[in-house]
């Protein structure tokens, strides 16, 4: 089955730091463009970051500077570094992966982050 | 960046009806990388149509997808009960961008 599993999220205070993880099976995770897309509560969806199969990487300017996004092949996973947080990036955060076509064909279930004193 | 409009924001309809849900775009979308994505209650999004037009593997043909350059619509020709949900569109031709979302909710 085809399954990306996010992990690490958490209240952190403002200023802080987290690293999300997400943890892919089902199909060659190396063969794949990925993404991070955040969802605050009630909120509509937010794109985050992605990483090509080259491992070149690409940011919003809403969290350019801040956030890092990279893949491990050899583990099938992918990670999202996010520094100085706000409580404006208090949110739902999904790994997604990039179909042939370039939609987002595969999501995790989301991982929950928190940003509060 | 490319700025997504849906409209309406909320569609009440009963089910058996048909749901046209649009989305504008505010430059025209490159190739029509135009997708559109459901998404329930604490739920992940699902992909529906990719290609403004395609269906995703395992999406009833109920759904249809059209339009091209800055309009497009999501058309459910008649809802089922399980399709009252929020619906997103995104471009992905360039630094991917999603709309506000139109919620379709029961009448």
């Known amino acids: 089955e085809v399954q990306l599993v996010e992990s690490g999220g958490g209240l952190v205070q403002p200023g802080g730091s987290l690293r999300l993880s997400c943890a892919a099976s089902g199909f060659t995770f190396s063969s794949y463009d990925m993404h991070w897309v955040r969802q605050a509560t009630g909120k509509g969806l937010e794109w985050v970051s992605a990483?090509?199969?080259?491992?070149?990487?690409y940011y919003p300017g809403s969290v350019k500077g801040r956030f890092t996004i990279s893949r491990e092949n050899a583990k099938n996973s992918l990670y999202l570094q996010m520094n100085s947080l706000r409580a404006g990036d208090t949110a739902v955060y999904y790994c997604?992966?990039?179909?042939?076509?370039?939609?987002?064909?595969?999501w995790g279930q989301g991982t929950m982050v928190t940003v509060s004193s | 960046e490319i700025v997504l409009t849906q409209s309406p924001g909320t569609l009440s309809l009963s089910p058996g009806e048909r749901a046209t849900l649009s989305c504008r775009a505010s430059?025209?979308?490159?190739?029509?990388?135009l997708a559109w994505y459901q998404q329930k209650p604490g739920q992940a999004p699902r992909l529906l149509i990719y290609g403004a037009s395609s269906r995703a593997t395992g999406i009833p043909d109920r759904f249809s997808g059209s339009g091209s350059g800055t309009d497009f619509t999501l058309t459910i020709s008649r809802l089922e009960p399980e399709d009252f949900a929020v619906y997103y569109c995104?471009?992905?031709?360039?630094?991917?961008?999603f709309g506000g979302g139109t919620k379709v909710e029961i009448k």
């Open positions: 997604a992966r990039e179909a042939t076509d370039g939609a987002f064909d595969i």
């Open positions: 995104q471009q992905y031709g360039s630094s991917p961008t």
């Open positions: 430059q025209s979308v490159s190739s029509s990388y």
């Open positions: 990483i090509g199969t080259a491992g070149d990487t």
